[in-house]
T-cell receptor
Framework: GQNIDQPTEMTATEGAIVQINCTYQ??????LFWYQQHAGEAPTFLSY??LDGLEEKGRFSSFLSRSKGYSYLLLKELQMKDSASYLC??????????WGAGTKLIIKP | ETGVTQTPRHLVMGMTNKKSLKCEQH?????MYWYKQSAKKPLELMFV???????ENNSVPSRFSPECPNSSHLFLHLHTLQPEDSALYLC?????????????FGPGTRLTVL
C-alpha cells in the first residue's frame, strides 16, 4: 500500500530552526508537496520538489531524496505565526496526491 | 483568500437530513476535488472532476454524491449520513489533474452529524 509518515507533533522555540521529516512509500513518484495549514483555515502551498536536492524559498527550504523516499521541510528564524500543521503529500504514478497526517508545529516564546 | 470559496462554513445535521455543500473557484482551473479531513488522519480524496470527467474513490459511500455543473462549481450532496461522517470537508482546484498540479484549497465546511 501507499504510505506517508511524518511526526505527529513538534515543539520549537521562537527564533530557532526546525526540521520536519517526511518519508514515503508510493506507487510511482511525480513530485512531493508541502502545505501549511493554520487551525480552522485552508491548507496553503509551500513548496514542490520533483528532483533531488534543496529548494530554498525565504525562511523555508524543502529537501528531497528520491532514492531514500525522504523529504524534509526546514523552517528558519521561527516566528509565532509559524505555529500550524505542515502536510506532506506525494503525487503517485496516477497523478493522485497521497497525503500524510500532518505535523502540528508548536512555537514557544 | 485562495480563490476557492465554500459554503456553508459550518453545518450540523441529523442522520435523516439531506444537505448540500457548495464550492466555487475563481481561478479558471479545470479540475476540482473533494477531500475529507478527520482529526489526526491524512486528507482522504473523495472525488475528482477534471474537464467534466469524474474520478471516484471506490471507498466513498453512496450517501455522498458529487455534482459538477461546470468547471467553476462543485457540490457535495449529503443524505442519511452517519456520526462518523463528521469531519472537515475541503474543496480544492487545480489547473490540471495530471503532472504538476498545485492545488488551491477552500476554507472547508465543518460538518457535524448528530
Amino acid at each position: 500500500g501507499q504510505n506517508i509518515d511524518q511526526p505527529t507533533e513538534m515543539t520549537a522555540t521562537e527564533g530557532a530552526i526546525v526540521q520536519i521529516n517526511c518519508t514515503y512509500q508510493t506507487s510511482g513518484f511525480n513530485g512531493l508537496f508541502w502545505y501549511q495549514q493554520h487551525a480552522g483555515e485552508a491548507p496553503t502551498f509551500l513548496s514542490y520538489n520533483v528532483l533531488d536536492g534543496l529548494e530554498e524559498k525565504g525562511r523555508f527550504s524543502s529537501f528531497l531524496s528520491r532514492s531514500k523516499g525522504y523529504s524534509y521541510l526546514l523552517l528558519k528564524e521561527l516566528q509565532m505565526k509559524d505555529s500550524a500543521s505542515y502536510l506532506c503529500a506525494v503525487m503517485d504514478s496516477n497523478y493522485q496526491l497521497i497525503w500524510g497526517a500532518g505535523t502540528k508545529l508548536i512555537i514557544k516564546p | 483568500e485562495t480563490g476557492v470559496t465554500q459554503t456553508p462554513r459550518h453545518l450540523v445535521m441529523g442522520m435523516t437530513n439531506k444537505k448540500s455543500l457548495k464550492c466555487e473557484q475563481h481561478l479558471g482551473h479545470n479540475a476540482m476535488y473533494w477531500y475529507k479531513q478527520s482529526a489526526k488522519k491524512p486528507l482522504e480524496l473523495m472525488f475528482v472532476y477534471s474537464l467534466e470527467e469524474r474520478v471516484e474513490n471506490n471507498s466513498v459511500p453512496s450517501r455522498f454524491s458529487p455534482e459538477c455543473p461546470n468547471s467553476s462549481h462543485l457540490f457535495l450532496h449529503l443524505h442519511t449520513l452517519q456520526p462518523e461522517d463528521s469531519a472537515l470537508y475541503l474543496c480544492a482546484s487545480s489547473q490540471g489533474s495530471g503532472d504538476y498540479n498545485e492545488q488551491f484549497f477552500g476554507p472547508g465546511t465543518r460538518l457535524t452529524v448528530l
